[in-house]
Structure formats: structure tokens, C-alpha cells
């Protein structure tokens, strides 16, 4: 912690500062924080170890953790305070609980369990109430931190979000915060809106509500979608599949078939078939059909016969497909005229 850190880590100042506690209330204590745990225990499933009441398993906690916040003098003790707080402010004075552990914790839960613990104790840092205000779970916050700006800036973000209907990339989203709060800093917006239960942003850096498919994308048509309005061009399936495994859309590592994906694009009409294998977003201006159909609709919408070359410029623009392929359809929907084509 600071320069002792090498030397003192959050655990070993724990384990010192628990020492007289007996063994059963140390063990007590690191259940309840999770020290050496994935997660924290809760208080029916230590007082089932311990064949025990949860509110005997309650007390005993208080009692231990009441002995230690006399000891808040101790120099190990305020090295961890100092480093938590320290880190705190570095985030504007609210971050959510598992970015502190991430960040400081070191991959370790007993070092995770050990700043759970700290947190606990320290009296300039709370929770915030994440049912009055929209927060994430277990978002920390500074005793001077101003709970009531952070609310009104989190709603021009949502407000704006809403009016525009559109994800933004974060420089984008600064500039147009910027226009409704001047006296926000670039690097504390950012903090402001990790903690959001409302904002937040996909892996491509895009900013939007979680409730919108392009931040929180559920099924293979959303993250289809996603990659293609990524990638700006049509796309072959298998490179759609592969473009969702890269970018970690799945949960849990999980990965992408490329047949569930090229059903969902056959079957869904947001996807149009624009080659072999090759899929568009509907929304870009592709229609449905064969290159015969395209051709068809091509010369119906012109009010004099087109050249070959013409033609095959149009059918470009919305397929992927060869010049025999193209040939092939035109012969077989149009006739020629003196070098023009026109419909059968």
C-alpha cells in the first residue's frame, strides 16, 4: 500500500489487525467479507457452518468489527485507508464496488475480501442508495460527495440520449454534455457514468441506454446487427460469427455457431441477402430478391432503357455478385436495343 505496498498488502494489515480476535470470529469475518471467497457469505450461510443463528452470526461481526474501529489508529490500517480514499477521489468520489476491488485487489479475493472490509470500516466512504437514485449495486461514494449533481448531470446524458435516439463514441457524447454543463470535466463525466444503472457502453465504445439492443445486445439478430453497423458494409456470415466472438458479445465466454447465426440472417427480415453467403442491413436501402428482381425494379424505376453498363453499376451498388451473374439475369428479364436494355 503506497511505497509499503510491496510489503503490506491489504491482507497482511487485516491479518494484523484481526490477530486478537479469537480464530472463530476472524473466520467469522473473512465469510462475511468474502477474504479468500469469490463473494461475500451471507449471514444464513455462516450461521449454517457454524450451526448458528444469522443474528448470532450478525453479533458477532458487530462485536469484532466494533474492537477494530479502535484501532483505526494502528499505521496499517490508515495505509489501507489511505490508498481506498485515495482511489475514490481519484474517481471523483463514487465508483462502484467491483472496480475498486478489480483495480486494487490485484486478482486476489483475499486481497478483495481484505478491501471489502476496509470499506466497511472507513467512515468517510458509504454506499449510495441505488433505489433512489439510478446507480449500480454497491456504488461507493464519499461522505462530501454531491449525490444530487451527479443526478442532474446523469439526466442530461439520459435526456439527451433519448431525444437523440442514437449511440455517440465518448469524445462525441463529451462535446454535446459540454453544451448543457460547461463546468464538466471530460474525466469526470466518464467517472459519473460507470457507475449509471441507466448508461452505458458496448465493446466498440459506444455510448447509449442499456436498455438499447446496440449496448446490451440479448440475441444473434442484435449482435448481428451490431457488427454490420460496425463494419458499414455487408458482410459473409462467417465473418458476422466471427466478428460476435471477437468483440466478447456472448456472456460467459460462450461462442458463436456460424448456423445459428446464418439462420437468424435468413429468417430475419432486418438482413437481405446481397451475395452468396453475403448479408446487408435492410436499413441501408437493400431490397429483397434476386439479381433478376433488382434488375426488374432498376429499369422500372428509369423512364428511358439503360445501358448494360449502367445496369450493372446499380445492381452493384446492392449485390455482391459477378458480372456473368448480372449478365445472365439481364438477358433473361430485359432486351436489347440499340445497346440499351429495357423490360421484356
Known amino acids: 500500500m503506497s511505497n509499503e505496498k510491496q510489503e503490506k498488502t491489504f491482507y497482511t494489515a487485516l491479518t494484523d489487525i484481526l490477530k486478537n480476535l479469537s480464530e472463530r470470529s476472524q473466520d467469522i469475518i ?5 477474504i479468500g471467497y469469490k463473494k461475500s457469505m451471507t449471514l444464513q450461510g455462516i450461521g449454517e457452518d457454524y450451526e448458528v443463528s444469522r443474528e448470532r452470526v450478525r453479533q458477532i461481526v458487530n462485536v469484532g ?11 496499517l490500517f490508515q495505509l489501507a485507508e489511505n490508498d481506498i480514499l485515495n482511489y475514490v477521489k481519484n ?13 486494487l485487489g490485484n486478482n486476489d479475493n483475499y486481497e478483495k475480501g481484505s478491501i471489502r472490509f476496509f470499506v466497511e470500516l472507513i467512515d468517510y466512504l458509504d454506499f449510495a442508495n441505488f433505489k433512489k437514485y439510478p ?24 435526456n439527451l440520449f433519448e431525444s437523440k435516439k442514437d449511440t455517440f463514441d465518448y469524445d462525441s457524447l463529451y462535446k454535446k454534455v ?5 463546468n464538466i470535466c471530460k474525466i469526470s463525466l466518464r467517472n459519473y457514468l460507470e457507475v449509471s444503472s441507466e448508461i452505458d457502453y458496448n465493446p466498440f465504445g459506444k455510448w447509449g441506454l442499456i436498455k438499447w439492443d446496440d449496448i446490451s ?11 454490420l453497423k460496425e463494419n458499414k458494409r455487408p458482410m459473409h456470415f462467417s465473418e ?16 458463436s455457431h456460424e448456423q445459428t447465426v446464418h439462420n437468424e440472417l435468413i429468417k430475419n427480415k432486418n438482413f437481405v441477402l446481397v451475395g452468396r453467403g453475403i448479408y446487408a442491413l435492410k436499413s441501408w436501402g437493400y431490397v429483397d430478391g434476386t439479381v433478376g428482381d433488382v434488375i426488374v425494379n432498376i429499369l422500372k424505376g428509369s423512364s428511358e432503357p439503360l445501358s448494360a453498363n449502367n445496369i450493372v453499376k446499380n445492381v452493384l451498388k446492392i449485390r455482391k455478385v459477378s458480372l456473368s451473374t448480372i449478365k445472365t439475369n439481364l438477358n433473361a428479364v430485359a432486351k436489347k436495343e440499340n445497346g440499351k436494355y429495357f423490360l421484356i
Not at 446507480?135 to 461522505?143: D, G, M, P, Q, V
Not at 444473434?220 to 451490431?226: D, N, S
Open 30 to 34: 473473512k465469510k462475511r467479507f468474502g
Open 65 to 75: 468489527t466494533k474492537d477494530i474501529r479502535n484501532k483505526k489508529n494502528q499505521k
Open 91 to 103: 474517481r471523483n468520489g463514487i465508483v462502484v464496488e467491483k472496480h475498486l476491488l478489480n483495480d
Open 135 to 158: 446507480l449500480l449495486e454497491n456504488t461507493i461514494i464519499h461522505n462530501d460527495f454531491d449525490i444530487d449533481q451527479w443526478n442532474e448531470t446523469h439526466s442530461i446524458v439520459k
Open 178 to 182: 459540454l453544451n448543457e454543463n460547461e
Open 217 to 227: 445486445p440479448r440475441g444473434v439478430r442484435e449482435k448481428a446487427v451490431i457488427i
Open 240 to 255: 458476422i460469427t466471427e466478428n460476435i466472438n471477437e468483440a466478447g458479445l456472448n456472456k460467459n465466454n460462450r461462442k
